[in-house]
Structure formats: structure tokens, C-alpha cells
């Protein structure tokens, strides 16, 4: 199996050697051939994916099919918000991407971590619907009091011809998710799927 390392550490005077020692030992063990190495170096793990070039190197690889499985030390080392280890978790099996976390013993190539990341997905879509309702009961309380608030419903978003190029130009080079778009170009998943219609 084809595996990528994922090694971060959030300060300078640190360094990801012992991570990657330990990682490889494993990834021998396991009969994983490690063909990337993608490395943040003094960058906290509270940082969008924007700002951690590593990780967003990972992403892209990951959206390419270049390995079948992340390896990384440990989960704090892939984020520390919520939010984003969700979507990322999403990004992984939206590629149909492994994930292996030593100090958690999750390995998603086994059944008992296949199970475990289903779990997780049930959490995340747990967590969705929770903002789901805040949304609707904010909404309910606004038209409550006569506020007039969100879209008319079943008129869509337009949105300008230079963006839907833009989107359908980042979505050619397969480097990004849906969702990626649509945060990137600050729409909604609904608005790009129709950009790429």
C-alpha cells in the first residue's frame, strides 16, 4: 500500500525526526511503501489549511490518488479545530483515502478503523445537523419578530460569470473538494455545484 507521512511540529526548536522514525518503523511493519513526505515545521495546528503548506500539499495529493493512506504521529498533529479535522476527514473519504494515527491505533485500512471512521462521520453529521437546527430556530425567531432575513426561497444565488470560470478552472485541476471550492470563492456547495454544471 502507497503511504504518505503527515509530520508537523508548532514551533521552531522543534523538529518532526522522531515522528518520522517512528512512522516509517510502522509503515515497514505494516509492508507500506512511503512514497510523500509532507512536513509543517513551526506551524500551529489552530491554522486553516491555507496557511500550513504541508498540509495543503497533503490535501492535493490525497485529491490526486498519489497514496492510498495518511500516516501521522497523532490526531492534534492533523488539526486541533473541530470543523476542520471534520472536513478533512470528509476530504479523505470523498478520495477514498486511508488514515493511520499511531498514538490513537486508528488505522482506517482494518475493519475495526473502518468502524471507527464511520463513527466519526456519524459525529460530524451529528454536529451538522446540530448547526442545522441553531440556523432553522434563529431564522423561525427573526421571522418571529418581523425581521426579514436569508434569500427568497426558490430564487438562486447568481453568481457572476468570471467566478463560475474561476470555480470550473480550480475543479479541472482536481485538487480540491466541492466544499474547498465553495469556501475558497466564499459561495455555497449548492452554488458550485451549479457553476459546474
Not at 522543534?14 to 513526505?37: F, K, M, P, W, Y
Not at 488539526?79 to 498514538?103: C, I, K, M, P, W
Not at 423561525?140 to 426558490?154: E, W
Amino acid at each position: 500500500m502507497r503511504a504518505a507521512l503527515y509530520l508537523r511540529v508548532s514551533t521552531k526548536d522543534q523538529d518532526t525526526s522522531n515522528q518520522e522514525l517512528e512512522l516509517r518503523a510502522v509503515a515497514a511493519r505494516l509492508g507500506h511503501e512511503i512514497v510523500e513526505v509532507y512536513r509543517d515545521n513551526g506551524v500551529s495546528g489552530s491554522r486553516g489549511r491555507e496557511k500550513r503548506p504541508g498540509f495543503d500539499q497533503l490535501h492535493k495529493g490525497a485529491s490526486r490518488g498519489r497514496f492510498d493512506v495518511i500516516m501521522a504521529w497523532s490526531v492534534d498533529r492533523l488539526g486541533r479545530s473541530l470543523q476542520d479535522l471534520v472536513a478533512f476527514l470528509e476530504h479523505l473519504r470523498d478520495t477514498n483515502t486511508g488514515l493511520y494515527l499511531h498514538r490513537q491505533g486508528l488505522d482506517t485500512t482494518t475493519s475495526s478503523g473502518r468502524a471507527m471512521f464511520q463513527m466519526l462521520g456519524v459525529f460530524a453529521e451529528f454536529e451538522r445537523e446540530i448547526i442545522r437546527e441553531r440556523v432553522n430556530a434563529g431564522l423561525a425567531r427573526a421571522r418571529s419578530k418581523g425581521t426579514k432575513s436569508g434569500r427568497a426561497i426558490g430564487r438562486p444565488i447568481e453568481v457572476d460569470k468570471h467566478k463560475v470560470a474561476a470555480i470550473r478552472e480550480a475543479r479541472a485541476k482536481g485538487d480540491r473538494s466541492l466544499r474547498e471550492l465553495a469556501k475558497h470563492f466564499d459561495v455555497g456547495v449548492s452554488t458550485v455545484r451549479r457553476a459546474l454544471a
